[in-house]
């Protein structure tokens, strides 16, 4: 994920896939854009199933949500 184009140009040429962070002084770069790091995770999601034939968000083992290290502290 990278917002200047100098970086996403220099990125793209060593052959990696670059999510653009949409910004109004990169409008010119192709996509894949995000506007948010919300929509960055689920770009980033869907680049990784069409490469691995799958993904899982969750990891296994790992308690979901963003809370969980606050609850695991309370827990103690």
Do not use: M
Not at 26 to 48: K, Y
Not at 54 to 67: H, I, K, N, T
Request: charged residues 20%; hydrophobic residues 45%.
């Amino acid at each position: 994920v990278e917002d200047a184009p100098h970086n996403v140009a220099a990125l793209r040429a060593g052959g990696n896939t670059v999510v653009v962070f949409d910004q109004p002084y990169n409008r010119e770069l192709d996509g894949p854009r995000a506007a948010s790091w919300a929509e960055a995770e689920a770009v980033i999601a869907e680049l990784v199933a069409v490469h691995t034939g799958a993904f899982s968000p969750q990891l296994p083992g790992v308690e979901a949500g963003a809370d969980r290290l606050d609850r695991h502290i309370t827990a103690l």
